[in-house]
């Protein structure tokens, strides 16, 4: 069955150590999101890629960093930049023509300790 | 600015009682709107979306939601809720994104609890 997939499911890090969330999906999706979860303040846009090779800053990129080598895969890195690290991550994927449906993955929980 | 305002943070119910979850959003064009719904530690899942036609939208699972531009609403009704309903609901508004895909817009989400 064609989805995406987000490991690890939970994650621990100590402060000051980057992180590497990992997102890969097989539905030949082009474009790609990261998000962050917080209670109470619903998503908020990372970053997002539409094509391999390139990405854009979403609305809270600091202390991020993504990359885009191929299709299937848009890993997400914490940087011991980033000051309040502990969160729920998700990722999407989507077509760029058409409808743009998302489809979502089943998240990471990153916990810094 | 794309936004959306989900102004209940919580919401409970009892078992086959009518449901509205409100929703409104501000976007500068017609929008896309959506709603979805996310049980503890999970993903997001699609239950309706609205592009464009008729106003009054049906989904999975028995909900729909009506689109009024007038008072800029996507409120979500299901007429009889289930236990296996509760879970976190989240309005969304789309903007297509230069180059193709959507940047959605969530709103802070209605947490559903539902009395047996």
């Known amino acids: 069955d064609g989805g995406i997939t987000q490991s690890p499911k939970y994650l621990f890090r100590k402060e000051g150590q980057n992180v590497t969330l990992s997102c890969e999906q097989n539905?030949?999706?082009?474009?790609m999101y990261w998000y962050r979860q917080d209670p109470g303040q619903g998503l908020r846009l990372i970053y997002y890629s539409q094509i391999v090779n390139d990405f854009q800053k979403g609305d809270i990129a600091e202390g991020y960093s993504v990359s885009r080598e191929k299709k299937e895969s848009f890993p997400l890195t914490v940087t011991s930049a980033q000051k309040n690290p502990t969160a729920f991550y998700l990722c999407?994927?989507?077509?760029?023509?058409?409808?743009?449906?998302?489809?979502f993955g089943s998240g990471t929980r990153l916990t810094v300790v | 600015a794309q936004s959306v305002t989900q102004p209940d943070i919580h919401i409970t119910v009892s078992e086959g009682a009518s449901l509205e979850l409100r929703c409104n959003y501000s976007y500068g064009a017609t929008p896309y709107l959506f709603w979805y719904v996310q049980s503890p530690g999970q993903g997001l899942q699609l239950l309706l979306k609205?592009?464009?036609?008729?106003?009054l939208v049906q989904g999975i699972k028995g909900f729909e939601a009506e689109f009024k531009r007038s008072q800029s609403s996507f409120n979500l009704r299901k007429p009889s809720v289930h236990w296996s309903d509760a879970a976190e609901y989240f309005c969304a508004v789309g903007g297509v994104l230069t180059g193709g895909g959507n940047k959605l817009t969530f709103g802070t989400g209605t947490q559903l609890k539902v009395e047996l």
């Open positions: 999407a994927s989507s077509m760029v023509s058409g409808e743009n449906l998302y489809t």
């Open positions: 539905l030949n999706h082009d474009a």
């Open positions: 609205y592009f464009s036609g008729d106003t």
